[in-house]
């Protein structure tokens, strides 16, 4: 048994969203919905929702907005948003969960199958809600928080700090400065989508390589790195790896 709400200023979308939730999402068993920031404020209060179906862009007090003013914040959100690059980049790089308008109604399970696996689990977002508040409140994309889920929580790193990641089955390892290193219960596809635009370069099925910590291509299909850690490059993805390094050698 879920309770959800909908908190969405335009009544045909949240209506839409109602009725694909009634017919593919029969977890959710009581679903409200608020059209303005004062009646989803008071629903968080008295219907104390597990989750919220959060639009971003609403008049007067955005969705960010509304879940930064949120105290003691229990329930766990799925932004809903039309295309909005920046936004959803933020989101991404915090782990969590968001649905593009219109939205897809096998896209709409698959969000609401990962809140409860999440549910099932004991994990909670709030660390992660904080590193998305972080991440809108910075100027710029380079200065975004990667968040990390490990099975100890979060850790929040800057891309700069990262030297490159391995993939292991469903799982990712990440390698940063000063000997660290951390575990994700992600695959290394979701973070190479997430890093690509920040100077990351796959280079493997298994590798995903920092740029800028990359010393030079090595003839034999390989790449050496400043710290002398050297990764194989995949035949398949040679000429592009040749010349996306241009400049490193």
Not at 23 to 46: G, K, M, S
Not at 78 to 101: G, H, M, V
Request: net charge neutral; charged share 25%.
């Amino acid at each position: 048994m879920i309770k959800a709400l909908i908190v969405d200023d335009e009544v045909a979308a949240a209506n839409v969203l109602q009725l694909m939730i009634g017919r593919y999402v029969p977890a959710i068993t009581d679903l409200r919905i608020a059209t303005d920031p004062q009646q989803a404020f008071a629903l968080l209060n008295q219907f104390k929702p597990d989750l919220v179906f959060l639009d971003i862009v609403m008049p007067s007090t955005n969705g960010f907005e509304l879940l930064s003013q949120v105290e003691q914040q229990k329930f766990e959100v799925i932004f809903t948003t039309a295309y909005n690059e920046y936004a959803i980049q933020a989101i991404r790089f915090s782990a969590l969960d968001y649905l593009l308008k219109p939205i897809d109604a096998d896209e709409l399970k698959s969000a609401v199958q990962r809140f409860i696996a999440k549910q099932q689990s004991g994990s909670t977002s709030a660390d992660m809600y904080s590193n998305l508040l972080h991440n809108l409140q910075v100027k710029e994309e380079i200065d975004f928080r990667l968040a990390i889920p490990t099975n100890d929580g979060a850790r929040f790193v800057s891309p700069d700090e990262l030297i490159r990641c391995e993939g292991e089955r469903n799982y990712t390892w990440f390698y940063l400065t000063e000997n660290r290193k951390h575990l994700s219960a992600k695959t290394i596809k979701e973070y190479q989508d997430i890093l690509e635009k920040k100077g990351f370069l796959r280079i493997h099925k298994s590798h995903l390589v920092n740029k800028k910590y990359v010393e030079y291509y090595l003839g034999e299909g390989a790449v050496l790195l400043k710290d002398k850690t050297k990764l194989p490059v995949s035949r398949q993805r040679k000429e592009e790896v040749m010349s996306s390094l241009q400049g490193n050698s």
